[in-house]
């Protein structure tokens, strides 16, 4: 997926935000300009091609004070919005640089 199609919707106010997003970023203490910051300067760190209505992937950045995000978007390239799905403070015990999860 490209990154730039989701940070293009951002810049551009075309974001839904899932209610389950919504939930996990208050859970979290996350504000949505951070989220949107985290992806602007962010990378796709996973793909999930198989995701339905559309392919998704996983956005690994990190916040105005560098704490790292990782979020979950979506792209509708029919109306060119992107659909936050999750997002969360990732934990340090499942990822290695925030990047790879750790194998079990």
């Given at each position: 997926?490209?990154?730039?199609?989701i940070?293009?919707?951002?810049?551009?106010?075309?974001?839904?935000?899932?209610?389950?997003?919504?939930?996990?970023a208050?859970d979290?203490?996350l504000?949505?300009?951070?989220?949107?910051?985290?992806?602007?300067?962010?990378?796709?760190i996973?793909?999930y091609?198989n995701?339905?209505?559309?392919?998704?992937?996983?956005?690994?950045?990190k916040?105005f004070s560098?704490?790292?995000?990782?979020?979950?978007?979506?792209?509708?390239?029919?109306?060119?919005?992107?659909?936050?799905?999750?997002?969360?403070?990732?934990?340090?015990?499942?990822?290695?640089?925030?990047?790879?999860?750790?194998?079990?």
């Amino acid at each position: 997926m490209d990154i730039e199609n989701i940070i293009n919707a951002i810049r551009q106010g075309r974001v839904r935000i899932t209610d389950h997003a919504d939930e996990e970023a208050f859970d979290d203490s996350l504000t949505y300009d951070e989220i949107y910051y985290s992806v602007i300067q962010g990378e796709v760190i996973e793909n999930y091609s198989n995701d339905k209505p559309y392919p998704s992937c996983l956005i690994m950045g990190k916040n105005f004070s560098g704490e790292p995000i990782h979020s979950v978007w979506a792209y509708n390239p029919a109306n060119l919005w992107a659909v936050l799905i999750t997002v969360y403070r990732p934990d340090p015990e499942r990822w290695v640089d925030w990047k790879k999860r750790v194998k079990k």
